[in-house]
């Protein structure tokens, strides 16, 4: 896995902190297993130059906003680092439709006409899933291999060496994930995961973007942008 990382320039301030997480005895088997199941000729997303895209694009020390996926989407051309986003050009999944549904109902911001949530990630926002990895059809194929612990890491470090970030824990997964956030140091939201099957249980409502907004202002730090550039504008 060390080697893995060199080879993608893993962000400094990221490795500064949880390089030494990639030694352990746990992480070196999940790098043979994926080289083993890479070998057996399964297809993993994202592509391995964008496993860690989250925290190439949100350094340590400007995440403001933390939003907990579970595992990376499985369809091809999807998944390109970042929880709930997918590639320009990739049909909008139905999670993230309802986060928009949510956005343009708490702040008036309208639907973006892409999935690419970039421009939040260049902002603060990490999008972080639990799991980094996943094969092509096959939801859920690497949970348990040893992401899960790594990216528990993550959240800790944050939780113990930051203050006043916001953290949106959405499904039961991400609020177990979320257990070790100290909610006096940090604001915690929750709510049911913007998944069509459970969207209407109280995430449509929930105003966890203007909630965010407005405790990141009372702290002294910029509001986050929700709205998206068009498509036609990205890179």
Same mark, same amino acid.
């Given at each position: 896995?060390?080697? *893995?990382?060199?080879?993608?320039?893993?962000?400094?301030?990221?490795?500064?902190? @949880?390089?030494?997480? &990639?030694?352990?005895?746990?992480?070196?088997? +999940?790098?043979?297993? &994926?080289?083993?199941?890479?070998?057996?000729?399964?297809?993993?997303?994202?592509?391995?130059?964008?496993?860690?895209?989250?925290?190439?694009?949100?350094?340590?020390?400007?995440?403001? $906003? $933390?939003?907990?996926?579970?595992? !990376?989407?499985?369809?091809?051309?999807?998944?390109?680092?970042? %929880?709930?986003?997918?590639? !320009?050009?990739?049909? $909008?999944?139905?999670?993230?439709?309802?986060?928009?549904?949510?956005?343009?109902?708490?702040?008036? @911001?309208?639907?973006?006409?892409?999935?690419?949530?970039?421009?939040?990630?260049?902002?603060?926002?990490? &999008?972080?899933?639990?799991?980094?990895?996943?094969?092509?059809?096959? #939801?859920?194929?690497?949970?348990?291999? /040893?992401?899960?612990?790594?990216?528990? %890491?993550?959240?800790?470090? &944050?939780?113990?060496?930051?203050?006043?970030?916001?953290?949106?824990?959405? /499904?039961?997964? #991400?609020?177990?994930? /979320?257990?070790? @956030?100290?909610?006096?140091?940090? +604001? $915690? +939201?929750?709510?049911?995961?913007?998944?069509?099957?459970?969207?209407?249980?109280?995430?449509?409502? %929930?105003?966890?973007?203007?909630? *965010?907004?407005?405790? +990141?202002?009372?702290?002294?730090?910029?509001?986050?942008?929700?709205?998206?550039?068009?498509?036609?504008?990205? *890179?």
């Amino acid at each position: 896995m060390n080697e *893995a990382v060199d080879r993608i320039k893993l962000e400094p301030s990221w490795k500064s902190r @949880i390089g030494d997480y &990639l030694q352990r005895d746990d992480m070196r088997q +999940l790098s043979a297993f &994926l080289r083993e199941r890479k070998a057996q000729g399964a297809r993993i997303f994202p592509p391995g130059p964008q496993i860690f895209s989250a925290l190439e694009a949100t350094p340590f020390d400007r995440v403001k $906003v $933390v939003i907990l996926g579970q595992d !990376p989407y499985h369809g091809f051309g999807q998944a390109h680092g970042l %929880c709930f986003s997918v590639q !320009p050009g990739t049909a $909008v999944p139905p999670s993230l439709e309802n986060v928009y549904k949510e956005i343009q109902r708490d702040l008036g @911001i309208a639907r973006p006409d892409h999935g690419c949530l970039t421009h939040w990630a260049e902002q603060g926002v990490l &999008l972080l899933n639990a799991v980094l990895t996943v094969e092509e059809g096959r #939801a859920g194929a690497h949970q348990g291999k /040893g992401w899960e612990g790594f990216t528990d %890491c993550i959240v800790e470090r &944050l939780n113990r060496e930051r203050e006043h970030l916001v953290f949106m824990l959405w /499904g039961s997964y #991400a609020q177990a994930k /979320g257990k070790v @956030i100290d909610p006096r140091r940090h +604001l $915690v +939201l929750k709510a049911p995961h913007p998944s069509p099957l459970s969207a209407h249980r109280g995430f449509i409502g %929930c105003g966890h973007f203007s909630a *965010a907004n407005a405790y +990141l202002a009372r702290h002294g730090m910029a509001p986050i942008d929700w709205s998206l550039p068009p498509r036609a504008a990205l *890179a």
